[in-house]
């Protein structure tokens, strides 16, 4: 028998790769009935740990801080990426609004980010802003 995803092949004349698909099953389905779905579907089962959609964590566990951290590195590391060069408090600002705030809007407006690890991120740009200014011995301070 044609597992399913080869009858949709052929219905919509789309070519799928059979090597990005993955399923995520509930702990509670059966060995039998695992197997089964696996094999009329004609795909292996995903790890629930590690796999992501679009750049986004595909589960998301209790310990939302971790699995949300490697938005907060990539950000910081295009951030460091700058550090050594001088750059002027607007230019800095660009920087800012331009990359530091992009980054984790997609996110953002998928999940509901915890307030704590949102206020980490802003640290971080304020950090980057400030830290340019200690130069000049004069430093700018953001208050809420």
Known sequence: ????LSLYEG???QKLN???????LCNTTGQQDRRQILDLLGIREGLPSGSKYLGLPSLIGRNKKADFNYIKDRLWK?????RGRVLSG??????LKSVAQVVPNY???IYLFLESWVDSLQKNDEFFFCEGEKRDS???HWLS
């Open 107 to 109: 996110g953002m407006s």
């Open 1 to 4: 028998m044609k597992n399913l």
């Open 18 to 24: 059979l090597l990005k698909f993955e399923a995520l």
């Open 90 to 95: 607007a230019r800095r600002e660009i920087m």
């Open 78 to 82: 295009k951030l460091n990426s700058w």
């Open 138 to 140: 004069k430093a700018i």
């Open 11 to 13: 219905a919509s004349s």
